[in-house]
Structure formats: C-alpha cells, structure tokens
C-alpha cells in the first residue's frame, strides 16, 4: 500500500484544516489496537480513526462507525482522563516520515492547562500509539515495548519519548544523487530517501523518462539530473493545497491502492473522491472489517483446537479408567474370598 510519508503530509494538511480548534467530545477503543476520536470543531463534528494493527496500520476521517466493547480497555480510560474535552491545536509529521503528532491542550488535576502530545507511528509491526506529558515522558502507549522486545527503543510509562532516528535523506534534498550499484533504480529511492514508498519511486522514475527497473550504475549526469527534475515536480504536488484522492481499482472492481496522484498507477482504473480522507476510509473500511473477521474466525479456529486436544487427552484416559473398571465387581469378590480364607 501507498500510505507513505507523503501521502501522510497530504492527510495531515487536510486533518489540520478539520480537526484544529476543535475539542475531542468521546474516544473510544473498538479493538486493542483502535482508537476513535469524536472531535467537535468550528466547521462541524469529525471522528477520526486510528488502526495500529500491524497488518493494516492507518488513520484518517471516517463515517462509519463500529461497535465498541461494553467495558472500555485500561489504555481508553486513559485517554479519556487526559484527553477528554481537550483542545486540538495542532498536527504535525516528523520530517517525511510516517508519524503524526498531535498537540492538544487540556487540564491537569487542579484544572490548570497542560499540553499533551498523542504520537501515531505508521511503521507496519511496529505501529504504535503513545501518549505523552509536554516534557516528552510516555503516561502510556497502546503497545507497551520491553527491552526484550526491541533494542532499538523501549515504551514504557515514565521514560523519555524520542523519534527512531534515520540516517535516509529528504527527497527535498536535490539535485538528486544515488549510490553507485547494480540495485534497481526504484529501490535505491525508496531505500534512501525517506517517506518513499515502491511505487512513488517508480513514479518519480516514470514521470524523469526512466526505466524504473534499471540498476543504478548506469545513471548518467543527464539522468540524474532529469530524476531531480521529477523530484522537483513531485515536490510541488505535495505543497499544492488540493485535497483530493483517488483509488485505484483492478480490471475486476477490486480496489489495489490509493494516493493523491491519479497518474501513479496508470495500469489501474482510477476513482476519484473529494477528499483524500474518503479515498483512505473507503479503501480500508471493508479489508478492516474482513482482517479483524479472519482474526477472529482464527483466533476461533485456535480455542476450538485447544479444547479438542484437552477433551481428547481427557477421553483417552477416560476410556482407560472405564476398561480398568469394567470387572471391578468380579475382581472385589475374589478379593473378598481370598482375604477371608487367607488362613485356611
């Protein structure tokens, strides 16, 4: 999927013109790894979802809505005592990549204003939700991360927040230039530059007259500078302030990808919708539905094994115990007759 750290940057400029200024009403958690904030603003009411299932991690506005659990996870009740009634005042994305934070003011326990940030990390696996303190100490996160489960950066109440430092450039940074190897070309973008995914690579390949698939050493100064040029241009569709998406569907209906460009995936039939927000929701709302059903239909599948491992472990021995017993009468008489002639 293309949610790539420019598609976040076209999202966050829509979700900044919706959310700022306005005051979460309701959080809620439908699932472990989801969270809905209904938020009140000045041009109306919004509820944006959050899904850091690592299969499916995204967030955008939404319209539909999913039923929630009658006693809301410890994680929830959190939110909303720090949360809760807070004003949103900004939302901002760690350089390009797929991270969001959100600034939102509310009150502390004697009713004085504190700032609280709410980081959203869109990095597969490893999506994570984490609500913090203004000095940047973690209250909690959605996914708790022991050191045995990662070395790289530990999330934890009471630690130190920080961002997982990258060494890729900004494809901000021109005239372009690429490491000289035999890796195609696609795949030296995207795994240099920052907020690339594969196919805005190829893209930007497509849009310089480039074999996307050409290795890397054979770029020329003129090819080079031609990738710069693309670069540039594609720099320029992301400051421009438009808004809408697009999905991009397969010769049988069935949605693919989505993005803010109609041209990134011409061998696709594009849909095109006033938001990029509704392209987002349309596109993940019926696989959400489906990835949490074929969860639960496994996570069934699995309990339902369980116990028919223990309850044939159990019959077995059962069994055993029945075809012991099953002269117990005969065997008592002759113990009888023997203990009461033992001395005879």
Known sequence: MAFDGYLMQALIRELNEALVGGRIDKIHQPERDELTLQIRGTRGSYTLFISVESAMPYFTLTENRKENPQ??????????????????????????????????????????PELKYLVIEIMGKHSNVILMREDRVIIDSIKRITPDMSRVRTLLPGLKFHFISSDKHTLAEVPFSVDPSAAPLYKALYTQYEGVSPALAKYICRMAGLIPDMPSNVLTPSDAEALSGSVTAF?????????????????????????????????????????LSQAIDHFYADGNRKLKMHQRALNLKKNLGQRLERYRAKLGKLELELDTAEHADIYKIKGELILANLYR
């Not at 005592?81 to 326990?109: F, M, V, Y």
């Not at 999905?247 to 039939?269: H, M, N, V």
């Open 235 to 275: 720099m320029k569709r992301v400051s421009a302030d438009d808004s809408t998406g697009y999905i991009f569907s397969d010769e049988k209906g069935l949605p693919k990808d989505f993005y803010f460009l109609p041209e990134l995936l011409p061998e696709y039939t594009v849909t095109t919708f006033d938001r």
């Open 71 to 112: 006693s809301p996870p410890m994680f929830c009740m959190l939110m909303r005592k720090h949360l809760a009634g807070g004003k949103i005042l900004r939302l901002n994305q760690s350089g390009a990549e797929r991270t969001l934070q959100i600034d939102i003011e509310g009150k502390n326990d004697f009713g004085e």
